[in-house]
């Protein structure tokens, strides 16, 4: 009795870990799959409808006729539980040799321990097959799971050793981006190699985009830059996912140009404007995500692309976005996270994308010398043989910034005359709209020429006046402003040197900025005494006379900044960029300011006074929405 008993309990196990052969990744994942509380904010049973964009993604894992998964993904959005599924399903489900490859060995182990033992431990089928690790001979090590029917190795790019191993019929490919060249190789044509022996292969590439590379030799001019994902992406069948609206129903691609929100104040209740106009909020997601669908833009033929970002992601709100944009405007490490992480978009070197014409378009009238949006204003001064060439620009709140004056004082540097005039220019008082004056805050000053005794003389009398000596070091990754001065000469003087490349990675993502708000950059269409434009072609050309470009050296690329054309100005360029380093090393706070510029608005001048405070900055207005004749909701704004 007892050993029939043992033998019906045993036999129950081995049945319940049998799933029915038609199950697809997606319902293999409802019905089998549980999340570890160490995982997931709602550890428990899987549900796809909680993230129903991954439910075409898994079952795309299942089908024969699919050989290759491409999936570009933002962070928050199900991408490495969805990997995840893949794998349990082909350790329960249809049990095959698999290899998951992580960029370095440190994340490999990572995942091994943090997401592959607890999906194993929490999941009851996964639990049976795969042996305790405990056991002497298990085949459950961090490298490695055995199962019955197969084997999952856990492998990284760099070893070039472990992904020429044996024959996988699975390969999955995590943060495909990150991964470097093996000494045999592109690690991914290596991975793949490992699939040939089999007929019903599939590889699976997943990844949140980094760096776009330049096109393979032999592409067009025009080729696009692209990160290796997207370039993997491109091959495909290139799906978006079409999600539709709640008040009209016409199906659309959310997309992070249409998140709109009112003030910076009031970031936090961003909403989204649908292509006919019609405001969305939050709490309409789910619905939409519930009953939205995948849709192609190239024929299938064995690939299939997916690409989604933290916009459909039901775990982050329009607002979250939006702060997370706002805070994004503050130095260009943190943009190029937010455009990564949050748009699943690669980062690519923005200047030799910016058109002069382009910018000349976005010419403006200012209302005043100086718009009422300019919380603060800052100079930045290029020496020359025969000049002083000087900047001034206005900075509002989120790094929106206003060209207000540009200009050249000829003369030899080593006489006094000429920095007589620049101390004028940089003293003159400016007046803002609605009648108020300001004057420079800090400016900054390049010693690095033929002059730096004159530079050290002129900043040391202005020292009150937090005028700066500087000089440039185009060192990648090197902070705009340094945390602390060197001192010079003697009597002493400050010195600080600048992170030039810094200072034009974020200026060029600035100008490719292209509405009025965070990071924009304005321009007045204003002359000289001669009638020619202070901001035309020539200025233009030197603001964007250098581009990023990678330079490598044994093997190891660096990202350095150089002139498009050899002997071509660009003293515009240096200037901004010293303007930049001023606000940089001065810190406002910004917030402080915008403030203070509006209490001086609730207390205006008498007629006739010139204010000596800020007023306040213009706040974009809400999109004033007009209801249907025959009842319904929004139907357009204006």
């Known amino acids: 009795m007892r050993s029939e008993k043992i033998t019906r309990l045993f036999s129950a196990r081995i049945s319940a870990a049998i799933p029915e052969s038609s199950l697809t990744v997606s319902q293999w994942a409802d019905s089998y799959r549980y999340l570890?509380?160490?995982?997931?904010a709602r550890p428990g049973r899987w549900r796809t409808s909680l993230v129903p964009y991954t439910r075409e993604i898994m079952d795309c894992a299942s089908r024969s006729d699919v050989r290759k998964i491409v999936f570009i993904s933002s962070t928050q959005t199900a991408k490495t539980e969805t990997i995840s599924n893949i794998i349990g399903f082909y350790i329960h489900a249809d049990a095959s040799p698999q290899m998951y490859v992580a960029e370095t060995e440190l994340k490999a182990r990572a995942w091994s321990q943090e997401c592959l033992a607890p999906m194993i431990r929490d999941t009851p089928v996964l639990q049976q097959l795969v042996e305790d690790p405990r056991s002497r001979d298990s085949g459950n090590t961090i490298e490695g799971k055995s199962y019955p029917g197969g084997?999952?190795?856990?492998?990284?790019?760099?070893?070039?050793?472990?992904?020429?191993?044996?024959?996988?019929?699975?390969?999955?490919?995590?943060?495909?981006?990150?991964?470097?060249?093996?000494?045999?190789?592109?690690?991914?044509?290596?991975?793949?190699?490992?699939?040939?022996?089999?007929?019903?292969?599939?590889?699976?590439?997943?990844?949140?985009?980094?760096?776009?590379?330049?096109?393979?030799?032999?592409?067009?001019?025009?080729?696009?830059?692209?990160?290796?994902?997207?370039?993997?992406?491109?091959?495909?069948?290139?799906?978006?996912?079409?999600v539709p609206c709640p008040h009209c129903s016409e199906f659309q691609t959310l997309e992070w140009s249409n998140v709109h929100w009112d003030s910076p104040e009031e970031a936090h209740n961003a909403y989204y404007v649908c292509v006919n106009g019609c405001l969305i909020t939050n709490d309409s997601k789910a619905d939409m995500l519930a009953r939205g669908q995948w849709r192609?833009?190239?024929?299938?033929?064995?690939?299939?692309?997916?690409?989604?970002?933290?916009?459909?992601?039901?775990?982050?709100?329009?607002g979250q976005l939006a702060e997370k944009w706002l805070a994004a405007q503050k130095s260009t490490d943190r943009l190029r996270v937010f455009i990564n992480t949050s748009l699943a978009q690669s980062w690519k070197p923005l200047a030799d994308k910016i058109e002069t014409h382009d910018l000349e378009g976005r010419l403006e009238p200012y209302p005043a010398e100086v718009p009422r949006g300019v919380l603060l204003l800052t100079a930045g001064v290029d020496v020359q043989g025969d000049r002083l060439e000087y900047d001034i620009t206005g900075w509002g709140l989120d790094e929106?910034?206003?060209?207000?004056?540009?200009?050249?004082?000829?003369?030899?540097?080593?006489?006094?005359?000429?920095?007589?005039?620049?101390?004028?220019?940089?003293?003159?008082?400016?007046?803002r709209e609605g009648d108020t004056l300001m004057r420079v805050s800090a400016a900054c000053i390049d010693s690095g020429g033929h002059h730096t005794q004159e530079v050290y003389?002129?900043?040391r009398s202005m020292r009150?006046?937090?005028?700066?000596?500087?000089?440039?070091a185009n060192t990648p990754g090197q902070p705009l402003a340094p945390r602390q001065p060197t001192l010079q000469g003697k009597p002493a003087v400050k010195l600080f040197k600048i992170g030039t490349e810094t200072a034009k990675d974020t200026l060029a993502a600035h100008l490719k900025v292209k509405e009025p708000g965070p990071g924009y950059c304005h321009f007045p269409n204003t002359t000289d005494d001669a009638g020619v434009p202070v901001y035309g072609e020539a200025y233009f050309k030197q603001l964007c006379s250098e581009r990023a470009v990678t330079k490598y050296t044994r093997g190891v690329g660096v990202r350095v900044w150089q002139k498009i054309k050899q002997g071509a100005r660009n003293e515009a360029l240096d200037c901004k960029v010293y303007a930049m380093a001023a606000k940089a090393i001065l810190n406002?706070?910004?917030?402080?300011?915008?403030?203070?510029?509006?209490?001086?608005?609730?207390?205006?001048?008498?007629?006739?006074?010139?204010?000596?405070?800020?007023?306040?900055?213009?706040?974009?207005?809400?999109?004033?929405?007009?209801?249907a004749r025959r009842g319904g909701f929004v139907k357009g704004f204006r």
């Open 296 to 318: 192609a833009e190239k024929p299938f033929r064995g690939k299939a692309g997916f690409k989604i970002w933290a916009g459909y992601s039901p775990f982050v709100t329009f």
């Open 36 to 40: 570890s509380a160490e995982r997931s």
């Open 588 to 627: 406002p706070d910004m917030r402080r300011l915008h403030k203070k510029a509006e209490s001086v608005t609730d207390n205006p001048a008498p007629e006739g006074e010139a204010r000596e405070e800020a007023p306040p900055v213009p706040q974009r207005q809400r999109p004033r929405f007009v209801a």
């Open 151 to 242: 084997h999952l190795a856990i492998a990284w790019a760099t070893s070039a050793a472990m992904l020429s191993s044996r024959p996988r019929r699975i390969v999955g490919c995590d943060e495909r981006d990150g991964f470097k060249g093996s000494s045999e190789g592109d690690p991914v044509a290596l991975a793949e190699e490992r699939t040939n022996t089999f007929e019903n292969s599939l590889v699976i590439e997943v990844s949140t985009p980094r760096d776009a590379e330049a096109p393979p030799a032999g592409s067009p001019e025009d080729a696009p830059w692209l990160s290796p994902i997207e370039r993997s992406y491109e091959e495909t069948d290139k799906r978006k996912y079409f």
């Open 400 to 431: 929106e910034s206003w060209a207000i004056r540009y200009g050249c004082i000829y003369g030899d540097p080593a006489s006094s005359e000429v920095w007589e005039e620049l101390k004028e220019r940089l003293s003159a008082d400016f007046m």
């Open 457 to 459: 003389r002129f900043c």
């Open 464 to 472: 009150g006046r937090k005028f700066w000596a500087i000089k440039g």
